[in-house]
């Protein structure tokens, strides 16, 4: 795929991930669309640095779990530039719950985690499949998490909606083939504002244990989460239904001593 010309809907593009993948684009000429629920002012940063980068930027307010919202997405996009080339399903919520504290996460909790994390990314889906299959090609990429897999992360509930993220990449793969690929990275820990919120003071100390014991010492930034997801938008011509781990390798567990 061309990025240079392509339009580009990526969720949750504010800030974190979903700006870096949206300044990238840009930065090779790509047109994107900057999505947001509540975070204005951070969105309207994110638009002027993809701008800033050499592309354009449109902004839209909407909530992926509304199915209205998506298509209004869809056709921001098609109104503004007239076409769909690629879909970035990176909005995502969550909340830090033990997960021995089974008390602690309420029904509403869970319901609303799963609307965002995995019947949003379909919907979105759904709503940019016509356009991209009237342009006969197309990648979508789902920010899913290794939590999908090691049932692990801030929640149950989110376990189980990137578990079921990383399926339904598989099914979409087969469904909307050959014209769309559909794939999706899974970060481990990242470097960002979210984790640092949602862990307060004990953020440095959580991300220096990560990262001792990762295979690679590392904990993910924005850029090394953004850099596959890129890959699989612009490149990876003969790769759908594939989850990539972007974890520094944690998922092998600890490296043994030398």
Known sequence: MDVQGGVFIITGSATGLGAEVARQLAAKGGRVVINYTRSET????????????????????????????????????????????????????????????????????????????????????????PAMQELGKGAIVNVSSGSGFSGTGSSIAYAASKAALNVMTYSLARALAPEIRVNAVCPGVMQTRW????????????????????????????????????????????????????????????????
Not at 83 to 94: F, K, Q, W
Not at 218 to 241: I, K, N
């Open 42 to 129: 951070e969105a309207k940063a994110s638009a002027e640095a993809c701008r800033a980068a050499g592309g354009e930027a449109i902004l839209c307010q909407a909530d992926v779990s509304v199915d209205e919202d998506c298509r209004r997405m869809a056709s921001a996009a098609l109104e503004q530039w007239g076409r769909i080339d690629g879909l970035v399903n990176n909005a995502a919520t969550s909340v830090i719950v033990p997960h021995h504290n089974l008390e602690g996460l309420d029904s509403e909790d869970f319901r609303r985690v799963l609307d965002v994390n995995v019947v949003g990314a379909f919907q979105m889906a759904r709503a940019v499949t």
């Open 195 to 258: 984790w640092r919120d949602g862990l307060g003071d004990g953020y440095d100390a959580f991300i220096e244990r990560y990262a001792e014991s990762a295979p690679l010492k590392s904990a993910g930034t924005t850029e090394t989460v953004a850099d596959p997801v890129m890959w699989l938008l612009e490149g990876a011509e003969h790769v759908t239904g594939e989850t990539i781990l972007v974890d520094a390798g944690s998922h092998l567990g600890p490296s043994p001593r030398r």
